[in-house]
Structure formats: structure tokens, C-alpha cells
């Protein structure tokens, strides 16, 4: 449009036209006047309804005086489809510009009749979409062989003018199709659509269908009439990707007109196979090709999923894929935290949208194996051997072989194979089912090795499979292991043999093929016995010893000087003595001394028939052990009072230094006594403090032996280690009953009192008697009798003291022992710290008056004589005898003392004391001052 004015300046480029109306604005696109008075705006496109609209005219953002009307009608384009049936109801899209909702159009369609020649104009009403899209159907044609009109649209009966282009026409068909199913199809997959509609011919060969975007037309093959109301149609092949196709029918080259609205079907994506092994580890990190159709070429675009079960509950897990082409995915398999089993496979869009899997059933899954990484020949958890990497397997099989790893399934098949790798047999296999355990834990017996072994051991290569025909190898994730068939087979049958470390027990191994090397009739085989057990990461080892000549008399070959002239060797023959070969199926071998903490050990035999370091015997069956027991070979001292604690040094072997759990035991009349717990000096040397005989039974000799109590209280064999504990006694005690003076110690010489006579372990059943001797050697004994124990457990009697007939003395005092009073007797010691004296002292029992005769008494009183008797008088020493009978011993006095008033005392005092015998004196007063 041009738009005249004034002062226009035609050195700026930024003129524009805006268009309002209704509230809507358009603007044309920057211009440049072409004189100071003229300039020509291009109008803008009108998506929006016909209106008369307001031009203005800015330059820059700077609005410019003036305005005019400018009138925008709509206008048309194309349409949508362009065929259909001349029986009309075709919904056909109209496609414009600035249509407007307040107006009334229509679809005219002009042609002309091919049966009568005359020209006809059939209108359809139109109904508005929107600004750019009107909805009209195809009337129905007037003729019976169809036709086509040209079309043109109205606007209230004035022709709406048509975009640029040629003009439109639409083809009127003989019938037509008004639907066709099913209304989503699958890329690559093969199908027929089934089309309706009115007026197939169906004898002709020529329908067939289109599918066709802005983009790409493809074309389908010949559709088969089934009646003149349904066409059975293949489905075009539609391979670049998923897309909303557009379904036509055509008849030759003519269209087929459609009743209705124009059909739109899906085209999805689709996948039919798994190219590679559908088998993997439950650790993942496998791969596989998803084959297909129509995948779009975005890595992650896809993810793999895989669906299954742990522990009863469904388990989906996510790989997203890596674009190959079209027709091709790279799906990487993820770790499966569950048992090893069969999963189910999908492919899933980025969008959740599941892609259709067309393939057989059991193309869409995927087998998960567990994965193996260590395996042993027996149980780790009871031998605590370093980590082996080499393991034999006999040549007879039933080697018993244990698996460990992850994901093991109880309803899968698992085989463990052995495929040999040497000349002359590489890849020949054998095999056995491997028997489940736990989800980590399987076993598998070696099976027997059919062909000849001709050297010590065949290098062979094992590996777990899963199913019965070993369809997929298990992954092995452990460290590299050496696995060998031998030619000898050690069958100890899980025998447990035992002994005492000092060594010497024979041992009887039965096998097989012991002498497979032979010469002459001679078995040619050497051998080792070996004796092996783990600690922490230090296996310690010992080997059966043998001799040419023969050990000394009655004892192992265990040291050179055992040997008689022949030198002690590990190595073990047919010619060999004590261990040996015996025969093709027996070997002796006697027990080592084991130098190191008692222990079970596992035996080994060991083939150094070709091999100096040699190679260990496959084993049939269970392994075979040897408990190697400590014993107890001396101890030193071998005597200990009863009463006293006592440190004693036991020689022995097999103690373990490690352990603070030692303990010794004391075992006297069926009772058992234990030391405090120690750690052993050495595995040959332990020194325990021997309790005290704390019984109330006799000491006596008392077996000794060793517990660990941090093994269960195993008991060592004392193997006739003895201590003697001897008895003891302490002395006196308390007197329960007493005549004059009586304590532990002394009493009266009198005799009479009862008082405690202590021991330690005496016996009830032997005959005890305690001599009193004085400085002068006299003696007086008594009989005592066992009976009863104190709270100290300390054996006591109740003694009554015999009468002592010598004067006053502090005895020494000994306690003999014997069968009966006529037997032989021995000493019994002094406890420690015992009082070992005994004070025998005097006593007064009567005096011949007890009044003093009067001064002036007639008849001659004076010299007056008084006699004393009692015991333990001293003719050698003096007496005071006190009034009150009182006595105390510096010298021999009678003295009788008398108050006579004021509080004086008056005594007399005798002039002589004749001391007769030990129980008599007779003292003299001159006179009574």
C-alpha cells in the first residue's frame, strides 16, 4: 500500500505501517520512503479476523501525524484432502487467513455433470475453526461416475479472493472408504489394515494405500478386495521413525475419496530381537543389540529395562542405550542386586512410553548368572591356612571342592567343568553338577580323570557354567588360581587321628596309585607327610621323619641319634623304615614332634617323586587331621607342703605362649584343684603356682595336669606327672577344757587338760601319737586321733594332755605318723611359723595345814613343818608358796602372810624348803616373828 504525506526523509530505513484493529496490531516491515511525499508499506500477514483496521505510520518509535482505514478481508489457500466419494460427507479442511467467527462462509464447488454435460455449482456450508481454518463436507456429487469441481469459497456470497497458487479442484470418486483400522502400527512389523467404505470394486487389483507426513509418502502393497464395503490393506513400510502418518487410499493413481474427516494414524517405533548372548553376570557390564525399527538416533533416547524378583518383590532396573542407527540399540546390562534368573526385557522411551516388542517370547529375556570369585578345597572357617592358590585334585576324583561367590540361585543348574590345557589332551573336558549351598555357597565334586596321568600332575583349567549344558560361564572375579589332576590319590576318608605333640604315633594314609612309577616290579614313588596348620599369617609346619636303618628301639624317628647308622629324611620310600611305602595303595607315616602350641593339623601328602619342592596329593573325600595334644613330660619340685602355695616349673610341649589361659590342676581322692590362670614361658616350658591342699581329705600324691580354659577347659594329658603333697601340723590350739593352766602354748604339768591338736592333710585312717621331750631327754607321749576340721580347713583333734612327772620344762614336741602304734613310724613337719614348744608348768594341789600354829603353843609347834604336794616340782630349785596359794618360781619359799590391823600385812617365811620328789616339798618355820 502506498501511503502519501509530507516531509518525509528518504535517508532513513525505519518506516513502518501499523495496522490496528480490535485491540490486535500488526506492523509491516521497516521501509525507506521513496520520495519526501510517498512511502510503500508491504502489509503484514492477518492470522487474526477480517476487520477494517487504522494505519499509522511511525518512524523509528516515533509516531508520525495522520492516519487512514485500511480494510482487510480474508482470504484462502487450500484445501484438505482433496477426494472424496461422490455421495459428499468428505470433512474438508479449508486453510486462509483472517476468517472471522461473525461471518458466514461456504465451499462452492463448481464442475461439470460427465453424464448431461451441464455445468453445476453445489455449495456447502462452511464452519469457522479459526482465523485461519473453516470445516466444510463435500456435498453429494450429481453423478453416478463421479467427477471434478473446482472450489472456491464465499464470504455472505462474495468470493473470498485465494492466496497464490494454482487452482484447487476436488475429485468426486465412484464410492468411497470412511475408515480404516487399527489406528497405531508398529515399525518393521509386518500387518494388514482393514479399510470400510461403499463402492470397492472388488475384482481390481490396483487399491492400495499411502502413508504420508509434510516430509515423506510411502507407499503400501495391493490391497485384496474382500467386498465392495472392505479392502484388506498392507500397511505401508514406514521406516524413518515414529510420526502421525496421514492414510490415503488410491485406485491406480486417482485417490479414493474419504467420507468424514481425513485419517491420521500412529506410527511407533518398535524392537523384535536381541542380537547377542542373552546370558550375563549379575554384576553387569554386559552388552547386547536391541534390533528394531524406527529408533530415533539420540543416545539415552531409550533406556533397557529388566524386571525379576528379590526376595519375593518385583525389581525393574534401568540402562539407558546408545543410538546405533534406525534399526539398532546398544543396551548395556546393569548389575542385578538379586539371585541369579531369568528377567524379563523391555525398551522404554525417554517419555515412559513402553516401544512394542514383536519378536518371538522368549527372544525378550535375559539370564542373569551369579559370579564366582574364590574357591577351596576345605573350609576356611576351621583351618586357618594362608590363602591358597594351588589346588590339587586326585586322579580318582571326589575331591570335594567349595565355591564361593554371589547370586547363586537354588532352582539354577550350575556345572563346574575341568578342561584340560596340556598336551595330549587340550580341551578335553570333564564335568560335575555343582551342588547349592546358600545364595553365596556351592559345591561340586571333581569327577575321576579318564585318561593317563604320566607325570606327577596334569595342569588342568576350571570354571563354573550355568544350565545343564554349560550354556554361559559363570565370571570369575578372584585372584589367578592353579588347578591339577594328580596321579596319585590320597583317600584319608576325613579320618581324625591324634596323639601328644611329643610325636611317635603311626599313622596308616590309604590312597590309590602310590606307585605309579615302578621299575622292575618296584614301586620308585617319594613321598613327604606333612603336618600343617595356619596361624594368623604364619602357617607352621612339620614333616613325618623316616630312616634307612631304623629308629632306636621303642621310640619315633624324630632326631638324627634315632636314627641308628642311617641319617633321619623326610623323604618317604618303598625301601624306607618306621615311614614308609608300604604298597600301591598304603603309606606309614609316623607323627612328628610338633615344637609349636598344641593344635589340629591338616595332612598333607606330598609327591616329590619328579619334583624336588613336590606337589601335594589330590584328596578323595574329606582331609584328613591330626590333633596334636599337649602333654606334660616333668615338673620340678615334686614335693609341697599341704599347706603352703608353691611355684612349679612343667616341661612339656604344645603350649601356646598366646594364651594367659593356662591353668594347673591338682587331682587327690577324686577332688581337683586349680592353680591361677598363666601364660605359658615357651610351647615346652609353663610355671603354675600350685595351691595349698585346701581338703579336708589326707595329702597324699596328687596326679597334675594342665587346662586351657580358653579352649573349653581342654584337659592335657598328665601322662604320670605327680606331686606329693605331705602333711603337716601347726602346733596347739585353744583349750577347751583345762586343769590349772592351759594355751597353745603350755599347760599344766598335771596332765588332764583338754586341748586343739592342728594338722594339715592328716589322715583319719593312720595312727598319730606327739612325743614332749625336755632338755634332759625325758619324754612323755600321747596318742591322737583324726576327727574332725576347723574353719580354716585345717585338720584338728581334741587331745587330753598327759601328765608330765619332771620337773617344769618347755618341751619340743614331734608328731609321728604310722599305720598303727606298733608300725613303723615317720615324722610329721611343722607348718611354717608353727610354735614347736610346748611348757609343761608346776602346780599346787594340796598342803598339809592351813593355819600356822600360836606363837606360845605348848607341846613343842615350833619348829613347825608344812607339806605341799603338786607337779612339776625342781629339787634343784627354790618354791615361794604364796598364802593366798598363789606361786611364783624365783626360788623355793613357804610364806604365809596375816593381816594384823591398820591395813599391815605380816608375813612369815619358812627356814628351810626340802623339795622330796617332783610332786612333794616339805618346808621348815623356825619360828612365827
Known amino acids: 500500500m502506498t501511503v502519501t504525506g509530507a516531509g518525509l526523509m528518504t535517508t532513513r530505513y525505519d518506516y513502518t505501517c501499523d495496522f490496528q484493529c480490535g485491540g490486535n496490531i500488526r506492523e509491516s516491515q521497516p521501509a525507506s520512503p521513496s520520495s519526501t511525499t510517498q512511502l510503500v508499506c508491504k502489509v503484514p500477514r492477518w492470522e487474526i479476523p477480517s476487520c477494517l483496521a487504522t494505519v499509522t505510520v511511525k518512524k523509528g518509535l516515533s509516531a508520525i501525524e495522520g492516519s487512514a482505514q485500511f480494510s482487510?478481508?480474508?482470504?484462502?489457500?487450500?484445501?484438505?484432502?482433496?477426494?472424496?466419494?461422490?455421495?459428499?460427507?468428505?470433512?474438508?479442511?479449508?486453510?486462509?487467513?483472517?476468517?472471522?467467527?461473525?461471518?458466514?462462509?461456504?465451499?462452492?464447488?463448481?464442475?461439470?455433470?460427465?453424464?448431461?454435460?451441464?455445468?453445476?455449482?453445489?455449495?456447502?456450508?462452511?464452519?469457522?475453526?479459526?482465523?485461519?481454518?473453516?470445516?466444510?463436507?463435500?456435498?453429494?456429487?450429481?453423478?453416478?461416475?463421479?467427477?471434478?469441481?473446482?472450489?472456491?469459497?464465499?464470504?455472505?456470497?462474495?468470493?473470498?479472493?485465494?492466496?497464490a497458487g494454482p487452482a484447487v479442484f476436488f475429485g468426486f470418486t465412484v464410492g468411497g472408504w470412511s475408515s480404516a483400522s487399527p489406528s497405531q502400527i508398529f515399525l518393521g512389523e509386518p500387518i494388514n489394515m482393514t479399510v470400510s467404505g461403499v463402492g470397492f470394486n472388488p475384482s481390481s487389483p490396483s487399491y492400495y494405500l499411502k502413508f504420508s507426513t509434510s516430509a515423506l509418502t510411502v507407499e503400501g502393497g495391493a490391497c485384496i478386495p474382500q467386498s465392495s464395503t472392505t479392502l484388506l490393506c498392507p500397511a505401508p513400510n514406514w521406516t524413518v521413525g515414529e510420526a502421525q502418518v496421514l492414510v490415503s487410499l488410491f485406485q491406480g493413481t486417482v485417490a479414493v475419496g474419504k467420507t468424514g474427516i481425513s485419517l491420521y494414524i500412529t506410527v511407533k517405533s518398535s524392537w523384535n530381537a536381541i542380537e547377542g548372548s542373552r546370558f550375563?553376570?549379575?554384576?553387569?557390564?554386559?552388552?547386547?543389540?536391541?534390533?528394531?525399527?524406527?529408533?530415533?538416533?539420540?543416545?539415552?533416547?531409550?533406556?533397557?529395562?529388566?524386571?525379576?524378583?528379590?526376595?519375593?518383590?518385583?525389581?525393574?532396573?534401568?540402562?539407558?542405550?546408545?543410538?546405533?542407527?534406525t534399526q539398532n540399540l546398544l543396551c548395556r546390562v546393569p548389575g542385578w542386586d538379586a539371585l541369579e534368573q531369568v528377567v524379563n526385557v523391555s525398551l522404554v522411551s525417554a517419555a515412559g512410553v513402553t516401544i512394542p516388542y514383536t519378536g518371538q517370547p522368549e527372544g525378550a529375556t535375559f539370564q542373569y548368572v551369579a559370579f564366582w570369585a574364590k574357591l577351596e578345597l576345605f573350609d576356611p572357617d576351621q583351618w586357618e591356612l594362608a590363602e591358597s592358590f594351588s589346588h590339587p585334585i586326585a586322579g580318582d576324583g571326589g575331591s570335594g571342592i567349595t565355591i564361593y561367590g554371589v547370586g547363586f540361585s537354588e532352582d539354577a543348574v550350575h556345572l563346574c567343568l575341568f578342561t584340560c590345557v596340556s598336551v595330549p589332551c587340550p580341551s578335553y573336558v570333564v564335568n560335575s553338577t555343582a551342588t547349592y549351598v546358600s545364595s553365596s555357597l556351592m559345591t561340586c565334586v571333581a569327577p575321576a580323570w579318564p585318561l593317563a596321568i604320566t607325570s606327577s600332575s596334569m595342569q588342568i583349567d576350571f570354571s563354573v557354567a550355568f544350565g545343564a549344558t554349560a550354556a554361559a560361564e559363570l565370571q570369575y572375579r578372584g585372584a589367578v588360581f592353579d588347578m591339577f589332576y594328580t596321579a596319585a590319590s590320597f583317600n584319608p576318608r576325613g579320618l581324625a587321628f591324634s596323639g601328644n605333640s611329643g610325636g611317635g604315633?603311626?599313622?596308616?594314609?590309604?590312597?590309590?596309585?602310590?606307585?605309579?612309577?615302578?621299575?622292575?616290579?618296584?614301586?620308585?614313588?617319594?613321598?613327604?607327610?606333612?603336618?600343617?596348620?595356619?596361624?594368623?599369617?604364619?602357617?607352621?609346619?612339620?614333616?613325618?621323619?623316616?630312616?634307612?636303618?631304623?629308629?632306636?628301639?621303642?621310640?619315633?624317628?624324630?632326631?638324627?641319634?634315632?636314627?641308628?647308622?642311617?641319617?633321619?629324611?623326610?623323604?618317604?620310600?618303598?625301601?624306607t623304615?618306621?615311614?614308609?611305602?608300604?604298597?600301591?595303595?598304603?603309606?606309614?607315616?609316623?607323627?612328628?614332634?610338633?615344637?609349636?602350641?598344641?593344635?589340629?593339623?591338616?595332612?598333607?601328602?606330598?609327591?616329590?617323586?619328579?619334583?624336588?619342592?613336590?606337589v601335594v596329593v589330590g584328596v578323595t573325600g574329606e582331609q584328613a587331621t591330626f590333633d596334636f595334644q599337649s602333654f606334660l613330660d616333668s615338673l620340678s619340685p615334686y614335693l609341697q607342703p599341704a599347706s603352703q602355695n608353691q611355684n612349679v616349673t612343667i616341661v612339656g610341649s604344645g603350649f601356646d605362649p598366646d594364651s594367659a589361659s593356662y591353668r594347673c590342676t591338682t587331682t587327690l581322692h577324686g577332688e581337683t584343684q586349680f592353680s591361677p590362670p598363666v601364660a605359658p614361658i615357651s610351647p615346652t616350658l609353663v610355671v603354675c603356682e600350685i595351691p595349698a591342699w585346701y581338703s579336708n581329705r589326707a595329702a597324699g600324691i596328687a596326679e597334675v595336669g594342665l587346662v586351657n580354659t580358653e579352649f573349653g577347659s581342654t584337659s592335657f594329658p598328665a601322662d604320670g606327672v605327680n606331686i606329693t603333697y605331705f602333711r603337716e601340723w601347726l602346733g596347739m590350739g585353744t583349750c577347751p577344757t583345762q586343769i590349772g593352766k592351759c594355751y597353745a602354748g603350755g599347760a599344766a604339768a598335771s596332765g588332764g587338760s583338754v586341748i586343739e591338736v592342728l594338722g594339715w592333710g592328716l589322715s583319719p585312717l593312720l595312727y598319730y601319737e606327739i612325743v614332749f621331750t625336755d632338755q634332759y631327754n625325758n619324754t612323755v607321749s600321747a596318742p591322737v586321733d583324726i576327727v574332725g576340721i576347723n574353719d580354716?580347713?585345717?585338720?584338728?583333734?581334741?587331745?587330753?594332755?598327759?601328765?608330765?612327772?619332771?620337773?617344769?620344762?618347755?618341751?619340743?614336741?614331734?608328731?609321728?605318723?604310722?599305720?598303727?602304734?606298733?608300725?613303723?613310724?615317720?615324722?610329721?613337719?611343722?607348718?611354717?611359723?608353727?610354735?614347736?614348744?610346748?611348757?609343761?608348768?608346776?602346780?599346787?594341789?594340796?598342803?598339809?595345814?592351813?593355819?600356822?600354829?600360836?606363837?606360845?603353843?605348848?607341846?613343842?609347834?615350833?619348829?613347825?613343818?608344812?607339806?605341799?604336794?603338786?607337779?612339776?616340782?625342781?629339787?634343784?630349785?627354790?618354791?615361794?608358796?604364796?598364802?593366798?596359794?598363789?606361786?611364783?618360781?624365783p626360788d623355793y619359799k613357804c610364806v604365809f602372810e596375816a593381816g594384823v590391823g591398820n591395813g599391815t600385812v605380816s608375813t612369815v617365811t619358812s627356814d628351810l624348803v626340802e623339795v622330796v620328789s617332783d610332786s612333794e616339798m616339805i618346808c621348815t618355820f623356825g619360828s612365827f616373828d
Open 72 to 163: 482487510i478481508t480474508a482470504a484462502w489457500q487450500s484445501i484438505s484432502p482433496t477426494t472424496g466419494p461422490n455421495g459428499g460427507g468428505t470433512q474438508v479442511l479449508v486453510a486462509g487467513v483472517a476468517f472471522n467467527n461473525a461471518y458466514s462462509y461456504t465451499c462452492d464447488f463448481a464442475g461439470t455433470d460427465p453424464n448431461t454435460g451441464l455445468s453445476r455449482m453445489v455449495k456447502s456450508t462452511a464452519y469457522y475453526q479459526s482465523a485461519t481454518q473453516l470445516l466444510c463436507l463435500s456435498p453429494q456429487w450429481p453423478s453416478s461416475a463421479g467427477g471434478s469441481a473446482r472450489v472456491s469459497v464465499s464470504e455472505a456470497g462474495a468470493t473470498l479472493p485465494k492466496s
Open 280 to 325: 550375563g553376570s549379575i554384576l553387569g557390564g554386559d552388552t547386547f543389540i536391541i534390533q528394531g525399527e524406527g529408533f530415533v538416533q539420540t543416545d539415552q533416547a531409550y533406556f533397557c529395562a529388566f524386571s525379576g524378583f528379590r526376595n519375593g518383590s518385583l525389581l525393574v532396573l534401568e540402562a539407558a542405550t546408545d543410538a546405533v542407527d
Open 505 to 575: 604315633v603311626p599313622l596308616t594314609l590309604l590312597g590309590s596309585n602310590y606307585c605309579y612309577r615302578t621299575a622292575g616290579g618296584s614301586c620308585l614313588n617319594r613321598y613327604k607327610c606333612e603336618f600343617i596348620r595356619g596361624s594368623g599369617s604364619t602357617e607352621k609346619t612339620a614333616y613325618a621323619k623316616q630312616c634307612s636303618s631304623g629308629p632306636s628301639a621303642g621310640s619315633a624317628c624324630v632326631e638324627n641319634e634315632d636314627c641308628g647308622l642311617g641319617a633321619c629324611s623326610d623323604i618317604i620310600t618303598a625301601t
Open 577 to 614: 623304615t618306621l615311614s614308609k611305602v608300604v604298597n600301591d595303595t598304603v603309606i606309614i607315616c609316623n607323627a612328628p614332634i610338633w615344637s609349636f602350641p598344641s593344635t589340629v593339623t591338616l595332612i598333607r601328602l606330598i609327591d616329590v617323586t619328579y619334583v624336588s619342592n613336590g
Open 792 to 889: 580354716f580347713r585345717l585338720n584338728a583333734t581334741l587331745l587330753t594332755l598327759p601328765e608330765w612327772p619332771f620337773p617344769t620344762a618347755i618341751t619340743t614336741m614331734v608328731l609321728f605318723e604310722a599305720l598303727d602304734e606298733n608300725a613303723t613310724r615317720r615324722v610329721i613337719p611343722f607348718a611354717a611359723s608353727s610354735v614347736t614348744t610346748f611348757e609343761f608348768e608346776q602346780i599346787l594341789y594340796t598342803r598339809s595345814a592351813s593355819v600356822m600354829p600360836e606363837v606360845g603353843c605348848a607341846g613343842g609347834c615350833w619348829p613347825f613343818q608344812l607339806t605341799v604336794t603338786g607337779k612339776g616340782f625342781n629339787p634343784n630349785s627354790t618354791f615361794t608358796l604364796s598364802a593366798d596359794g598363789d606361786v611364783d618360781f
